[in-house]
């Protein structure tokens, strides 16, 4: 927002931070990035997947979901750049996306939930 003359002057100077706040487009990407949070269990399968590569049948029974509903979390996690998938025979696999993106998210769900991955701490933990 180049020269924002605003209406009011509270002697913020937000006016110089509105020159380096990011587009209109990088605020939807953040949305849609949140948007797959709307739902605890597109969560648990994206948090299950930083953590291994797994085909939908054994995400159904980790999950204890039928396949469709997982297929469906599996293909709007991957339309959102957060899982990649790959195929082996008549399989496919899917795990995170190796994207900062993804790690940020996955950093995130373990704060807010405050659990921990294998091998690590606790968020807080000593």
Known sequence: MPNAN???????????????????ENFQTVADIFKQLGDGS????????????????NLSAMVEMSSPA????????????LLVSERSGKE????????????LLHHM??????IACPGHSAPGAK
């Open 92 to 103: 496919v696999y899917y795990r995170a996306a190796e994207t900062d993106r993804a790690q």
């Open 42 to 57: 597109r969560i648990r399968i994206f948090w299950l997947l930083c953590h291994c590569q797994e085909c939908v049948t």
């Open 109 to 114: 769900i373990e704060q807010l939930v405050e």
């Open 6 to 24: 605003l209406p009011h002057d509270h002697g913020q100077g937000i006016e110089q931070e509105l020159q380096n706040m990011p587009s209109v």
């Open 70 to 81: 997982v297929s469906h979390h599996l293909r709007q996690l991957k339309a959102a750049g």
